[in-house]
T-cell receptor, first 114, second 112 residues
Framework: AQSVTQLGSHVSVSEGALVLLRCNYSSSVPPYLFWYVQYPNQGLQLLLKYTSAATLVKGINGFEAEFKKSETSFHLTKPSAHMSDAAEYFCAVTAYTGGFKTIFGAGTRLFVKA | NAGVTQTPKFQVLKTGQSMTLQCAQDMNHEYMSWYRQDPGMGLRLIHYSVGAGITDQGEVPNGYNVSRSTTEDFPLRLLSAAPSQTSVYFC???????????FGAGTRLSVL
């Protein structure tokens, strides 16, 4: 079985500041890890994914995430926040346990202050 | 370039009414799924399908039925709506090559 924990339901940063959204996972088999973004009244869009090719994954809009197996973490970062980054972010884990199932974290809402 | 299309976008039901949420995808994906999104709980898997004629339960299947007669369509049925089913519902299909899920825009359902 797999699970995902996102630390902090709300994160607030100033425009231009570092964005750090935390995600820890557990999985009994090697996982695929994802970050999705949801803008108001829209569905989820993929930001980036980890599939074991490289531990540092670069995504769209300047976001990246680092897979750390020893810490079972997959934190999302962006060096400089922009107002347009304000959204809700979801970490997700997919693992094959007789079939592919994806488990989502509870989400972290990012606020960006001018 | 439609992707995953959900209808309706909004729906208000009375307790006990039934309805079907429609989901269609044009990417020829075998794997499709339904999630519900509630504040502070992320997305929870209701039902999923790995191909036409094959469906299975997710985390929160009670009160919902699904069927998959074609690759393109995966409707979600509420047989007797309850206020606890007030939520935003998302349909998704998965690309097998890239293992990425593509989401519809969602259906916002209120049960009074």
């Amino acid at each position: 079985a797999q699970s995902v924990t996102q630390l902090g339901s709300h994160v607030s940063v100033s425009e231009g500041a570092l964005v750090l959204l935390r995600c820890n996972y557990s999985s009994s088999v090697p996982p695929y890890l994802f970050w999705y973004v949801q803008y108001p009244n829209q569905g989820l869009q993929l930001l980036l994914k980890y599939t074991s090719a490289a531990t540092l994954v670069k995504g769209i809009n300047g976001f990246e995430a680092e897979f750390k197996k020893s810490e079972t973490s997959f934190h999302l970062t962006k060096p400089s926040a922009h107002m347009s980054d304000a959204a809700e972010y979801f970490c997700a884990v997919t693992a094959y346990t007789g079939g592919f199932k994806t488990i989502f974290g509870a989400g972290t809402r990012l606020f960006v202050k001018a | 370039n439609a992707g995953v299309t959900q209808t309706p976008k909004f729906q208000v039901l009375k307790t006990g009414q039934s309805m079907t949420l429609q989901c269609a995808q044009d990417m020829n994906h075998e794997y499709m799924s339904w999630y519900r999104q509630d504040p502070g709980m992320g997305l929870r898997l209701i039902h999923y399908s790995v191909g036409a004629g094959i469906t299975d339960q997710g985390e929160v299947p009670n009160g919902y039925n699904v069927s998959r007669s074609t690759t393109e369509d995966f409707p979600l049925r509420l047989l007797s709506a309850a206020p606890s089913q007030t939520s935003v519902y998302f349909c998704a299909s998965r690309s097998p090559e890239r293992n990425i899920q593509y989401f519809g825009a969602g259906t916002r359902l209120s049960v009074l």
